[in-house]
């Protein structure tokens, strides 16, 4: 019987073979080979086929070997290659994702190739230090967050990407993306601090609510939606002031996402009954569904989830408001925050959601109530 090397090299032998599909079984049996140490030798050849496909298969396989010496391969036929051949480096970098935390000693590597000026290279690199997690190198993160600034899109895009996957480390550079040009970035950032939206841990990204509440006032509604609904599955319930003043957003995704994330935070429902008037009548039946469910003495006995309603009107005539009023209060808390912050404060230009409005529809009210 032939020597497991023996086969191994005769599957490696493989790569010269003409017919394409002999090439990828090829590369896919390798991959079930394990830790021996012939497997990554020839699984790196194949990373330098003509055929996407087997380059992709080839780097794929790496996830299945998990061994700090099929690390090392990769990584000497990636210094090896130099800045030559793009297609194959971008395969080698995605081989040492694949390889995970035991290649995390390798981290170095992809991170000079992310300085580099080959996009391709750079954005693969990027991802692949997402895969490897939450590394010790406290310079992954950092190195990230400052391309926060970086002119191309993608590269700051795949920067979110990754900063998400990295947990404690990569929340506070993840916050500088907030003030992006670009709204879907700025909406992929406060996904990324959603627990069912992210692997970011609730308790990390509980601590950066701040930063995220500033962005209710974002210009772009897709944003709003994100916020209020990130803020609904963290139970940020000292924003429920905040995420009710939305009753008198101009979109009604973004209202209806707001009715959602206040019956997250368990609170009273004289907040829920602002969108009971909705002129949208899916917002109206939710918050009328909302408002029935909530028991009347939650208003007095919700302070696991939101200060009590006393309590909270007492912190707000303090702040110079009353909670009635919390369209006008709420935001200007918001803006205070957001100069506090820094970045995370997009002003609504578009939004009809001004202090003006919520004056006048209040007004509107107050005259109905004296009618009746």
């Given amino acids: 019987s032939k020597s497991p090397e023996h086969l191994i090299r005769a599957l490696g032998g493989l790569r010269r073979d003409r017919n394409r599909r002999l090439r ?71 081989a040492l994702g694949r390889l995970g935390p035991v290649a995390a000693a390798h981290t170095g590597v992809l991170l000079r190739i992310v300085d580099e000026p080959d996009l391709s290279c750079r954005l693969s690199a990027i991802q692949a230090l997402g895969s490897q997690g939450v590394v010790a190198d406290p310079t992954v993160a950092s190195t990230l967050g400052a391309l926060h600034k970086h002119q191309v899109k993608a590269l700051r895009h795949a920067a979110v990407s990754t900063l ?23 909406q992929a950032v406060v996904k990324g601090f959603s627990p069912y939206h992210s692997p970011m841990p609730a308790e990390v990204a509980g601590r950066h609510v701040d930063a995220i509440a500033c962005c209710l006032l974002d210009e772009d509604w897709r944003v709003r939606f994100s916020v209020v609904a990130t803020l609904g599955d963290l139970k940020a319930s000292d924003y429920a002031g905040e995420v009710g003043a939305l009753s008198c957003d101009e979109n009604s995704q973004v209202r209806r996402s707001a009715v959602t994330a206040l019956g997250k935070m368990s609170v009273p429902r004289m907040l829920v009954a602002k969108f009971m008037g909705d002129p949208d009548a899916q917002v109206q039946r939710e918050a009328s569904l909302l408002y029935d469910s909530l028991q009347e003495e939650s208003e007095l006995t919700s302070g696991k989830t939101l200060r009590s309603h006393t309590s909270l009107n007492e912190k707000m005539r303090d702040e110079g408001d009353v909670l009635e009023g919390s369209a006008s209060c709420g935001r200007a808390k918001l803006r205070n925050k957001g100069h506090a912050q820094g970045p995370g404060l997009r002003s609504s230009r578009n939004s009809k959601s001004t202090d003006a409005d919520f004056e006048e529809k209040e007004k509107e009210e107050e005259e109905e109530e004296e009618e009746e």
């Fill in 24 to 94: 990828l079984t090829a590369v896919q049996s390798l991959g079930r080979c394990g830790d021996h140490h012939a497997a990554p030798e020839e699984l790196v050849a194949f990373c330098a086929d003509e055929d996407a496909e087997v380059r992709h298969a080839a780097a794929e396989a790496f996830g299945g070997l998990k061994s700090t010496e099929a690390a090392q391969v990769v990584r000497d036929a990636l210094v090896n290659f130099g800045e030559g051949n793009t297609l194959t480096r971008c395969a080698l970098i995605q």
């Fill in 164 to 186: 998400q996957k990295m947990g404690e480390r990569g929340a506070p550079e993840l916050v500088l993306f907030l003030d992006d040009e670009d709204a879907a970035i700025r």
